[in-house]
């Protein structure tokens, strides 16, 4: 029963690389979503989408990008890694839209950018 | 801008007793209000919801209640025990989920 399955669970990186933070579920979920949690701010939303082919932004999109081609899979990529970066990163799906349902987490990945 | 705030960093209770944490948002516009617990190393995970037609909604030790003209919202725990120790995040949505910064919450035996 994998539910939501990141990788790699760390990783450091050189300010200026360039790397993909995978995300999938086996929920068969059409919501999923990246946050990153840093120290005092909680959880902010990067990116979501509400379905296969559909993404948008959330409150910190900058330096990130996402796709959506199949339902079960939302990667996450840094085109330039910044030390403003360096967070723990959680992907999330749910049932619905994610306005009402209940977001299942990964485990989470830890980013530090040097 | 944080549309939801959890003013309290940190929360130390006894083993037994209530353990209340709070949370204010500033978006008329949510309708839908989650509570979540997160342990170390792990990713958060469900804890109980509330919509905002309702004022309270009770599971087992943890319930929740909503004051929609205070636009603020709480969890009460009862009672307390040791292995509640852990982050606990406000969140709210509308269309997506905002999440509040968190509260660490220490039940002490």
Redesign the interface.
Known sequence: NAG?TQTPKFQVLKTGQSMTLQCAQDMNHEYM?W?RQDP??????IH?SVGAGITDQ??VPNGYNVSRSTTEDFPLRLLSAAPSQTSVY?C?SSVG????G???????SRLTVL | D?Q?K?NS?SLSVQEGRISILNCDYTNSMF??F?W?KKYP??????LI?ISSIKDKNEDGRFTVFLNKSAKHLSLHIVPSQPGDSAVY?C?A??????????TRLTVKP
Do not use: H, I, W
Not at chain 1, 40 to 45: A, D, K, N, Q, V
Not at chain 1, 97 to 100: E, L, N, P
Not at chain 2, 41 to 46: L, Q
């Open positions: 939501v979503s946050y005092g701010m909680g959880l902010r939303l979501y959330g409150e959680f999330a839209t994610g306005g009402t209940e977001l299942f987490f990964g485990e989470g | 944080q939801v959890q960093p309708d839908y989650l979540y190393a792990e990713g958060p995970t469900f919801s995040f969140a949505s509308e269309n997506d989920m905002r999440f509040g910064a968190g």
